[in-house]
């Protein structure tokens, strides 16, 4: 197993916000957290990669126990992250975001830096573009980009579709689904958990801190309990077929002046703020 969680617990201050979350991710994986805000799935993400500090539990990464490592570390050894509100730097150019990825190796990043540009046309397209003055569709790629550029053995993606429009959601999950075909497992949490229980292999549903369900996601499209809290009620046609075929990333977007429109402020990180008592 690449990467297990055990009974983690995690305080804000008295605040429980994980109450013992056990979870794994093989090799290979896409695993999705999936819950209502406050469920515990920003947290544990954090916790994973070393921003949140553990009070009871630990978690072991590619065969090593991580509980105490320093986050800077965990990038080091394999562990990269997207987080919840993209967290770009909105002075610098769309290659210097990339770059600031690969601050903590050695080698050459061009190879990686060429795959980010691959993946993102978009990013080729605005690479010397401040990123401050980029879509929210482009930022995100961005910080995706960013995150790839550390070549990371897991990639952890807090809530990759926030604040896009439909055509740029399709195309987000898309990319994620290619990232995963190119070898890197994936955890990811997603407020929209139709999507992402469409790409995933495995799921776990999060309430307050616990894990209540767990899964093969295709499993969890069809329970009724997860589709009257998380689908609307009803297994839509959208979740009854299998996700699309990637779209060119660099395809125009229809409502990218209404629901994209340029985000230099940027939701900050954690606002899920996942405290629960």
């Not at 010397?128 to 995706?144: D, K």
């Amino acid at each position: 197993m690449l990467l297990e969680i055990r009974d983690i617990h995690v305080h804000y201050g008295k605040i429980a916000a994980l109450k013992g979350i056990t979870a794994s991710v093989d090799e290979g994986e896409i695993v999705t957290l999936i819950g209502a805000n406050g469920a515990g799935k920003t947290t544990t993400l954090k916790t994973i990669s070393g921003l949140r500090s553990l009070t009871r539990g630990s978690i072991e990464f590619d065969g090593r126990d991580i509980s105490k490592m320093p986050g800077h570390k965990r990038v080091l050894a394999g562990i990269g992250q997207s987080p919840e509100g993209r967290g770009i730097f909105p002075g610098m150019s769309v290659e210097e975001n990339l770059l600031m990825g690969a601050f903590s190796r050695k080698d050459d990043a061009s190879k990686e830096l060429a795959e980010a540009y691959e993946l993102f046309p978009r990013l080729a397209e605005r690479k010397t573009q401040a990123g401050g003055t980029m879509s929210g569709g482009e930022q995100q790629m961005l910080a995706i980009g960013r995150a790839l550029m550390a070549k990371p053995k897991v990639l952890l993606l807090d809530e990759p579709s926030m604040g896009l429009a439909p055509m740029l959601v399709q195309q987000i999950f898309s990319i994620i689904q290619e990232i995963n075909r190119r070898g890197t497992t994936v955890l990811l949490v997603e407020q929209n958990a139709q999507q992402a229980l469409q790409i995933a292999h495995r799921a776990y549903v999060l309430e307050t801190g616990r894990v209540v369900k767990s899964a093969p996601a295709s499993r969890l499209l069809d329970d009724p309990e997860v589709r009257a809290a998380y689908l609307g009620g009803e297994l839509g046609e959208a979740a009854a077929s299998p996700a699309a075929a990637p779209a060119p990333v660099d395809a125009p977007d229809p409502g990218a002046t209404v629901t994209d429109a340029p985000a230099s402020g940027a939701a900050p990180e954690g606002s899920e703020e996942d405290a629960s008592s």
